[in-house]
């Protein structure tokens, strides 16, 4: 089983000049340390290749500062920062692949470099360790290095994909995307892509008498009326290779299988010898433990391998299959499904937020993969959907054609405070994507106004906006604040403004609320804050929701007010 690897990268840009004393001034490109290139002629994963320094030189992509760092007299940037920078960057777990996509209408967000390490210049940070990542700029392959877990390309190696410019009295680098077309994704990818690669037909099975025989061998038996398949037979029929002793837990004693991202093991060694009980079987995902599956099973004296209902194994495995009673013939269809990751954000500035998927599959597939969210603390769930966009079978997606398009969307209303999201992508029990996202909203840093999804599936709900104030914190030593808005879309002819004072503990009282008209698109009151600097003011601005079956009220902005200490 292949070990996790975090889904944040490193390129390594074009050697710079004055990164290190050893650098010669006058070179554009200087020469990586011989440490460097003697481990490049039989690396291993993990071996030793170079070093991380710290520098002073300034990184630009498409003319904006980006932070970076050195490495062996290269720079450096942190690839997923690229998303920020007119790219798109996709990581594909099961293939351990780095994808970088210039796109030109992508909005650039820059990202605040950070000021110059603390560390003299030219001091060591960190080593430079090989890997077996594969990085591709478009679909030219770059060598890559690992950095902390991080994965790394120099960016001289983009020299001839793009404009690589060095200026070696500003101790500048700079790169310069060359814009070549959006390729198949015609629009901005949504931060997962789950598309459909090869279908794998498992050989018919049939049942003769109390045998189960596929292709002239026998692969399991009738059991008490059951069918039960070997596991190691189901597994490589799948694709799925066995895993190496001392994996993640695998011994010599226990069955385990992967498919480089997904792993099953089972420890047969409870059951006696021709004897059947419920085993539970630890599903893996990159390397860690994500879980346990019962499983009915029934031991054979053939070493590393158990006798598993059928209908477990269609769990297990995420596969469709169709039993044809004339012909006492089995049939499985396993689609091999990935996940390209382009990312969720960092941080969330809204109370909204929808978790997205795009799928690119054949609709006809009766086991089509599902998309889940969960959030701790609990957040208010709107619910997760799936929908066909657009004419069915008319997509193609590396180099797969004959796909429908299908959209996931998984909406979550958050308060102020910390959460943990778990994401996960999967086809019955397989695992096909799984990350842990940790957010914190703080009134301060949030939008107050809701940006609930148009379309909401809620119901109709009026939208609007505040010219003032324009954020969700106000600190005031006046005796009022007052709120101006407008409504770009009414539900209803007016807002409801519902007023709480925090109290010693850190909880909210509702102390007043009140009706406010909306004046052809215009709306405004006043709010009194509670007169103890300790303790804040909370503003919520309802609107009318309708939908077919009635009416209820909902938040659609949120402020909270700080009584400052009057000046003398």
Not at 59 to 80: C, F
Not at 251 to 266: A, K, L, P, R
Request: aromatic share 10%.
């Amino acid at each position: 089983m292949i070990s996790w690897h975090k889904t944040r990268f490193l390129i390594v840009g074009a050697c710079l000049a004055s990164c290190l004393t050893a650098v010669p001034l006058n070179t554009h490109v200087a020469a990586a340390s011989p440490e460097f290139e003697r481990a490049l002629h039989n690396p291993k994963i993990g071996d030793k290749i170079g070093n991380v320094y710290a520098t002073d030189i300034r990184a630009y992509v498409n003319g904006h500062l980006i932070p970076s760092l050195n490495i062996d007299g290269y720079t450096a940037v942190v690839a997923e920062d690229l998303r920020s920078y007119g790219f798109d960057v996709a990581w594909t777990p099961d293939q351990r692949r780095v994808t970088i996509l210039p796109r030109q209408d992508k909005p650039t967000e820059p990202i605040p470099a950070a000021s110059p390490s603390e560390q003299p210049i030219g001091a060591k940070l960190g080593n430079v360790l090989y890997t077996d990542i594969e990085t591709y700029y478009e679909d030219q392959a770059i060598p890559s290095y690992n950095i902390g877990g991080r994965t790394a390309i120099r960016l001289n190696d983009l020299d001839k994909l793009g404009d690589l410019k060095w200026e070696p009295q500003k101790k500048e680098i700079s790169f310069q995307a060359v814009w070549k077309g959006q390729g198949e994704m015609k629009e901005a990818p949504t931060p997962l892509v789950i598309y459909q690669r090869q279908e794998i037909k498992v050989p018919a099975i049939q049942v003769q008498g109390v045998s189960v025989v596929s292709e002239g061998k026998q692969v399991g038996q009738v059991l008490d009326g059951s069918l039960r398949i070997s596991l190691a037979f189901m597994a490589q029929a799948l694709g799925y290779k066995p895993s190496k002793a001392n994996a993640w837990g695998c011994g010599q004693e226990t069955i385990c299988f992967d498919n480089g991202s997904y792993g099953i093991m089972v420890d047969p060694r409870p059951l006696k010898q021709g004897g059947s009980s419920p085993l539970n079987a630890s599903l893996f995902w990159m390397g860690g433990e994500e879980g346990k599956h019962e499983l009915q099973v029934t031991a054979v004296d053939t070493p590393l391998d158990v006798l598993v209902e059928e209908w477990n194994l269609k769990e297990l495995f995420g596969y469709s299959s169709t039993w044809e009673p004339e012909t006492r013939t089995l049939n499985i269809v396993y689609v091999d499904y990935a996940v390209d990751d382009f990312g969720f954000p960092k941080s969330l500035n809204n109370y909204y937020y929808t978790y997205r998927a795009t799928g690119y599959l054949d609709g006809s597939k009766s086991l089509l993969p599902s998309f889940t969210v969960k959030v701790n603390p609990g957040a208010l769930g709107y619910g997760g959907s799936m929908g066909l966009i657009g004419e069915t079978g008319a997509h193609r997606y590396k180099g797969v054609g004959g796909l429908s398009e299908y959209r996931y969307d998984y909406e979550k209303l958050y308060n102020l405070g910390s959460y943990e999201q778990e994401i996960q992508v999967s086809a019955g029990m397989r695992i096909l994507f799984k990350q842990n996202l940790s957010y914190e909203l703080t009134m301060k840093d949030v939008s107050p106004v809701i940006d609930y999804p148009d379309p909401f599936s809620g119901g109709e709900i009026s939208r609007i906006t505040f010219d003032k104030p324009t954020g969700g914190y106000t600190r005031t030593s006046g005796q009022a604040v007052s709120f101006h808005g407008k409504a770009l879309k009414k539900a209803s002819n007016e807002l409801k403004v519902i007023v709480e004072h925090q109290g010693y503990g850190g909880g909210f009282e509702k102390v007043d609320h009140f009706d406010v008209p909306i004046d052809g698109d215009a709306f405004s009151f006043e709010v009194k804050p509670q007169a103890d600097p300790r303790y804040l003011t909370r503003v919520t601005v309802q609107s009318l929701i309708s939908f077919p079956r009635g009416t209820r009220m909902g938040d659609v902005a949120r402020f909270y007010i700080e009584k400052a200490t009057e000046e003398p």
